[in-house]
């Protein structure tokens, strides 16, 4: 069973930083698309930034350098290190997994970050 669980989400203040990291077990697939995606109250899902596995390779990134992702192979794991935090940064987080080779994704249960004074 593919599992995508997300971790590390808080309260914040304003101007702060957080780790958000994603644990993904299960698959078998060797190469595969992992990111962010967030979701504020009353706005639609967006995705945030995503990295390939095969090298590592940024895929999206809309964060404008606030927010810096990483993968670890060998872990199966993702981070996303988000500094510089505004309260616009509010939202449930998601970790969402896609394979190059197969028509499959999995997303995670969603981790909540929220930015206030």
């Known amino acids: 069973e593919v599992q995508v669980v997300e971790s590390g989400g808080g309260l914040v203040q304003p101007g702060g930083s957080l780790r958000l990291s994603c644990a993904a077990s299960?698959?078998?697939?060797?190469?595969?698309?992992i990111g962010w995606y967030r979701q504020a109250p009353g706005k639609e899902r967006e995705a945030v930034s995503c990295v390939w596995s095969s090298d590592g390779r940024l895929d999206y990134d809309s964060t404008k350098g606030r927010f810096t992702i990483s993968i670890d192979n060998a872990k199966r794991m993702v981070y996303l290190q988000m500094n510089s935090l505004k309260p616009e940064d509010t939202a449930v987080y998601y970790c969402?997994?896609?394979?190059?080779?197969?028509?499959?994704?999995?997303w995670g249960q969603g981790t909540q970050v929220t930015v206030s004074s």
């Open positions: 969402h997994l896609l394979s190059a080779t197969r028509p499959v994704d999995y």
């Open positions: 299960g698959f078998t697939f060797d190469d595969y698309a």
